[in-house]
Structure formats: C-alpha cells, structure tokens
C-alpha cells in the first residue's frame, strides 16, 4: 500500500473545524432513487429508457417466432389467410408487449391483464389450428406470459395447464414425438422460470420495503431517545428554576434581599450548568457511529445505483476499540463512501470490511477498507477530503492507506486506527 494520491477527489471539512450537524435519521428515511444506468428489479420503471430497455430485452426472446413469420412468408395460406395470419401475430406479439409495457408503469394492479391473457390463449388456438403446427411456437410466450401475470399461488398451475393445452393441441394436430419434447418442454421451463423470477422479484420487493420500515423504526427510536435524555436533562433543572425563581420572588417581597439573590445565583448556576449537559449531549448525538454511517452509506450508494456488500458483525462493538477510535473509523467511513459517490465513475460495488493487522513493533491495528469496482483515481490531484481524514486519523494514533485496484480498476480506502489492547509480536 502507499500512501500516495490521498484523494479520490472529494471534499471534507478538517478535523480542526467542527463539522456542521447532519441529520442521519433523515437520511435513513429517504427511499433509495434508482438511476438510469441500473434498476432495481420488481420496481416500476421510472424513465421512458428503462422502458425502452426492458423492451429490448423482452424482444430478444422473439425468435420462436421465425417459425410463424417463414409460414406467412411460404405463401400456402393464400391472401386471405396471410392477412389474417399476420394480423393474428402482430394482435399476440402487441398483447404480450403491453402485458410487458402497462404492468411495469402501473404495477401488479392493470385491469387489462387477464383480458389480454385470454386473447393471447385464444390467438394462439386459433392461428394453430387455423393454420398449421409451426404456429405451436406461441404457447412458449404464453406460458411465460401465465407465469408472470398470475398470482404466485396460481402461477405454476397455469403453466403447466398452458403445457398441457400445447400438448392437447400438438396431439390433435398430429405433431411429430420428436418435436412434442421441443415444444412441450421448453414451454415449461420457460413459464416455470418466470414464476421463480417473480417471487425473486416479490421476495426482493418485501426487503426494500422491511428496510423502510426498518430506517422509520431507527428514526423513530432516535427521537424517542432524545427525547428521554432532554426530558431526562431538563426536567429537574427547569423545575428547580421555577421553586426558586418562586422562592426569590417571595424574598423579594419580604424585604429578605440577600436571600433573593441567594436563589438568583442558585438559579443561574443552575441554568449553566444545565446547558452545559444539553451541550454534551447533542454532541454525543452529532458523534458519528459505524452502524448509523453503514445505513447512511447504503442508502447513498443505491442513489447512484452501487450496491454495497458489508458483513453484519461490522457494526458489532469491537474488543479493545476505543471511542475516539470508532468515532474516527465513523468519519472514515463518511468520506470513502462519498468518495465513491463522487468520484467513482462506472462503479456497481462498493465492499466494506473491518479487520486487525499488526505492524513491524508489534502494535495492533483495527482496519476499516472500503473499496470500489469504478474506474480508480486517474490522474486525479489530491484533494481536501482524504487528506482531511489522514490529520483526523493521525490525531488518535492511525494512519490513511490508499491504494488502486486490479488492472487500474477501481480504489480501495484503507483506515487504521490502534486498538487499545496490546498484544504480542505476530508470529
């Protein structure tokens, strides 16, 4: 590791001037915002491109239907059913492309979806009947279509019952046993993939919505906390004010005057001291913490479409940590993940640990590493921010490591703060 190229690019305040208050509950409330370049699957698109995307992807499983377009184009239907053919592929192809478009903008709730499903299952009778085997292709879509539009618990049996109308139907046309196996199977595994996508979607879509619940319940705790220390602080106090303000008051009026400024001056000691306990406590609220900046991260980097990959015993407490420690591997972690906010062009993962070494004296160290698959730093002159956590770091004893990824790709922050147990030499 060197310690050059401290900065990725971004921009801190110094550890010498005190950092403005943020507002992490807020922060945790926000709702992930889903950019172009990626989006979250199960999620309504947002954009007429991530439309426009999935469309692209949906039409590349249209080549079944080069079996249906070669019948049109052989000529043996006459006009009059070539017509009719092709009306009835473009009316199935429009059905399964609005099955497609109206459920991703409207979600699970569009009215004309079984509608439109019934019309593709009556199209593809017809067309198969009407007009030869090679139209048999349709009930692959179809089946799909079934596995994605129907509720879970009916979503299977509507896929095998689609499975089991194409083999009927292949039957009666006397279809070849070497081609009822490419047709019957694939039309099964394709509606049977689409149904286990769909609870992936579902499974994925309760997380995003346990995690806001979960980032409302964090929010709520943390006013709830403030409220019991506020009330805990200035319950007393104010109500020991106000007996000697009355008392004071009543000194007054007995001509007592030395008494009354007695409870004067208790009074205002009282009040100073009093705000010198609301001092320390918003400022132990402004401390920052790993688990709150893990949640503030997560939320951040979904902004910009990075996922982040984090162990769950990273916020757990770490032996021989000490406050000022953890308090500045916090702040580390604030600014290598607005680094990669920032700066980190290209990027779709961020990865965070939280690990010990030791040094050549024998020293332990406690490591926080954030790293990013984005383009690395080029050729980016240092800047504020990284330097600006390599003076906090060296306040409590630790040191900033930096160094770029794999083949020129991506950045890696390393912080390393010493633990407060000593320990032998490593062997």
Same mark, same amino acid.
């Given at each position: 590791?060197?310690?050059?190229?401290?900065?990725?690019?971004?921009?801190?305040?110094?550890?010498?001037?005190?950092?403005?208050?943020?507002?992490?509950?807020?922060?945790?409330l926000?709702?992930?915002a889903?950019?172009?370049?990626?989006?979250?699957?199960?999620?309504?698109?947002?954009?007429?491109?991530?439309?426009?995307?999935?469309?692209?992807?949906?039409?590349?499983?249209?080549?079944?239907?080069?079996?249906p377009?070669?019948?049109?184009?052989?000529?043996?239907?006459?006009t009059?059913?070539?017509?009719?053919?092709?009306?009835?592929?473009?009316?199935?192809?429009?059905?399964?492309?609005s099955?497609?478009?109206?459920?991703?903008?409207?979600?699970?709730?569009?009215?004309?979806?079984?509608?439109?499903?019934?019309?593709?299952?009556?199209?593809?009778?017809?067309?198969?009947?009407?007009?030869?085997?090679?139209?048999?292709g349709?009930?692959?879509?179809?089946?799909?279509?079934?596995?994605?539009?129907?509720?879970?618990?009916?979503?299977?049996?509507?896929? !095998? =019952? #689609?499975a &089991?109308?194409? +083999?009927?139907?292949?039957?009666? /046309?006397?279809?070849?046993?070497?081609? %009822? *196996?490419?047709?019957?199977?694939?039309?099964?595994?394709?509606?049977?993939?689409?149904?286990?996508?769909?609870?992936?979607?579902?499974?994925?879509?309760?997380?995003?919505?346990?995690?806001?619940?979960?980032?409302?319940?964090?929010?709520?705790?943390?006013?709830?906390?403030?409220?019991?220390?506020?009330?805990?602080?200035?319950?007393?106090?104010?109500s020991?004010?106000?007996?000697?303000?009355?008392?004071?008051?009543?000194?007054?009026?007995?001509?007592?005057?030395?008494?009354?400024?007695?409870?004067?001056?208790?009074?205002?000691?009282v009040?100073?001291?009093?705000?010198?306990?609301?001092?320390?406590?918003?400022?132990?609220?402004?401390?920052?913490?790993?688990?709150?900046?893990?949640?503030?991260a997560?939320?951040? !980097? =979904? #902004?910009? &479409?990075?996922? +982040?990959?984090?162990?769950?015993? /990273?916020?757990?407490?770490?032996?021989? %940590? *000490?406050?000022?420690?953890?308090?500045?591997?916090?702040?580390?972690?604030?600014?290598?993940?607005?680094?990669?906010?920032r700066?980190?062009?290209?990027?779709?993962?961020?990865?965070?640990?939280?690990?010990?070494?030791?040094?050549?004296?024998?020293?332990?160290?406690?490591?926080?590493?954030?790293?990013?698959?984005?383009r690395?730093?080029?050729?980016?002159?240092p800047?504020?921010?990284?330097?600006?956590?390599?003076?906090?770091?060296?306040?409590?004893?630790?040191?900033?490591?930096?160094?770029?990824?794999?083949?020129?790709?991506?950045?890696?922050?390393?912080?390393?703060?010493?633990?407060?147990l000593?320990?032998?030499?490593?062997?």
């Amino acid at each position: 590791m060197t310690r050059t190229s401290l900065d990725h690019g971004s921009a801190q305040s110094s550890p010498t001037r005190e950092s403005r208050p943020t507002d992490r509950p807020t922060a945790l409330l926000a709702r992930p915002a889903v950019g172009d370049r990626q989006h979250i699957p199960g999620a309504p698109v947002d954009t007429r491109r991530q439309l426009l995307v999935k469309i692209c992807w949906m039409l590349l499983w249209m080549f079944y239907l080069v079996y249906p377009i070669e019948d049109l184009a052989g000529g043996r239907h006459g006009t009059v059913g070539t017509l009719l053919g092709a009306l009835a592929l473009a009316g199935f192809v429009g059905g399964y492309l609005s099955l497609v478009i109206f459920r991703s903008v409207g979600g699970d709730g569009w009215r004309g979806t079984y509608p439109v499903l019934a019309l593709m299952l009556g199209l593809a009778f017809a067309t198969s009947f009407g007009l030869g085997g090679q139209w048999l292709g349709l009930f692959t879509y179809l089946s799909v279509a079934a596995g994605a539009v129907l509720p879970p618990r009916f979503a299977l049996g509507g896929v !095998l =019952a #689609t499975a &089991g109308l194409l +083999l009927v139907t292949a039957l009666i /046309l006397h279809t070849k046993s070497d081609e %009822l *196996g490419a047709l019957v199977l694939p039309t099964f595994l394709s509606g049977a993939a689409m149904t286990g996508l769909q609870r992936l979607v579902t499974t994925m879509r309760e997380l995003r919505e346990a995690r806001e619940v979960a980032a409302h319940l964090a929010a709520a705790e943390e006013r709830l906390r403030l409220a019991r220390d506020m009330h805990d602080l200035l319950g007393h106090s104010l109500s020991l004010i106000t007996l000697k303000s009355e008392l004071a008051g009543r000194f007054m009026d007995a001509g007592k005057d030395d008494q009354a400024r007695a409870q004067v001056a208790d009074i205002e000691q009282v009040a100073r001291q009093s705000l010198t306990d609301v001092r320390s406590a918003v400022s132990g609220y402004r401390k920052p913490s790993l688990s709150v900046e893990l949640a503030a991260a997560r939320t951040a !980097l =979904a #902004t910009t &479409g990075v996922t +982040l990959d984090a162990p769950s015993t /990273l916020t757990e407490e770490h032996p021989g %940590l *000490g406050g000022a420690e953890a308090e500045t591997l916090a702040w580390a972690l604030r600014e290598a993940v607005t680094n990669v906010v920032r700066h980190a062009a290209g990027a779709t993962l961020c990865t965070v640990a939280l690990d010990e070494t030791w040094d050549g004296d024998g020293a332990r160290f406690a490591v926080l590493e954030v790293a990013d698959n984005g383009r690395g730093p080029g050729k980016s002159a240092p800047g504020n921010g990284l330097t600006g956590l390599d003076e906090r770091l060296a306040l409590v004893g630790g040191r900033l490591e930096t160094a770029t990824g794999r083949h020129g790709r991506g950045f890696t922050v390393r912080a390393l703060v010493p633990l407060g147990l000593t320990a032998a030499r490593r062997p």
